[in-house]
T-cell receptor
Framework: AQTVTQSQPEMSVQEAETVTLSCTYD???????LFWYKQPPSRQMILVIR??????QNATENRFSVNFQKAAKSFSLKISDSQLGDAAMYFC???????????FGTGTRLQVFP | GAVVSQHPSRVICKSGTSVKIECRSL??????MFWYRQFPKQSLMLMAT?????????EQGVEKDKFLINHASLTLSTLTVTSAHPEDSSFYIC????????????FGSGTRLTVV
């Protein structure tokens, strides 16, 4: 069974600085999807970024980018120019191509200080 | 696009009663919807997967007779917590799979259930 591990329960960053959130996963599959979701205090889940495993190029969405290391089964999220609105819980998630189910990591709480 | 509406956002009920939570896809057809439970400061735990027109698939350890899921149409899935007890108090979130802009998921805004 696939598992997703987020080893940083909490992280903090100064406004305008850069922070990287870690995620590792375990799978025997060669093709799959990886996601980062943000859950602010409102608790609405918001998609931050998505990566298809067959794509070698790292996904980027404005200030958010990933470092996808398939061999190492690592999928870290880099947030550049951090803003106060980035403060939230961040969840890494895995989806097999064989099922629609998302498997979530335990989450990382990000605090942003002015 | 790809909006999922979840109602109610908050509900308080008495022990022993049943509560229904609705999850609607507003601008797309959701053949597959998911129900999650989230405890405070914890991750989302998948409870079940519902497919339109068929029985829901429950995750191990989830009581199917307590958490009734119905997905009667392509835009509506419901979760009914039957004979609720205080330990059922939690935050429940639905999501729907869609293919807009590539494969993804849209989440409802969640329902906070408190059983007193």
């Amino acid at each position: 069974a696939q598992t997703v591990t987020q080893s940083q329960p909490e992280m903090s960053v100064q406004e305008a600085e850069t922070v990287t959130l870690s995620c590792t996963y375990d799978t025997s599959e060669s093709d799959y999807y990886l996601f980062w979701y943000k859950q602010p205090p409102s608790r609405q889940m918001i998609l931050v970024i998505r990566q298809e495993a067959y794509k070698q190029q790292n996904a980027t969405e404005n200030r958010f980018s990933v470092n996808f290391q398939k061999a190492a089964k690592s999928f870290s999220l880099k947030i550049s120019d951090s803003q106060l609105g980035d403060a939230a819980m961040y969840f890494c998630a895995y989806r097999s191509v064989n099922t629609d189910k998302l498997i979530f990591g335990t989450g990382t709480r990000l605090q942003v200080f002015p | 696009g790809a909006v999922v509406s979840q109602h109610p956002s908050r509900v308080i009920c008495k022990s022993g009663t049943s509560v229904k939570i609705e999850c609607r896809s507003l601008d797309f057809q959701a053949t597959t919807m998911f129900w999650y439970r989230q405890f405070p400061k914890q991750s989302l735990m998948l409870m079940a997967t519902s497919n339109e027109g068929s029985k829901a698939t429950y995750e191990q350890g989830v009581e199917k007779d307590k958490f009734l899921i119905n997905h009667a149409s392509l835009t509506l899935s419901t979760l009914t917590v039957t004979s609720a007890h205080p330990e059922d108090s939690s935050f429940y979130i639905c999501s729907a799979a869609h293919r807009e802009g590539g494969y993804g998921y849209t989440f409802g805004s969640g329902t906070r259930l408190t059983v007193v």
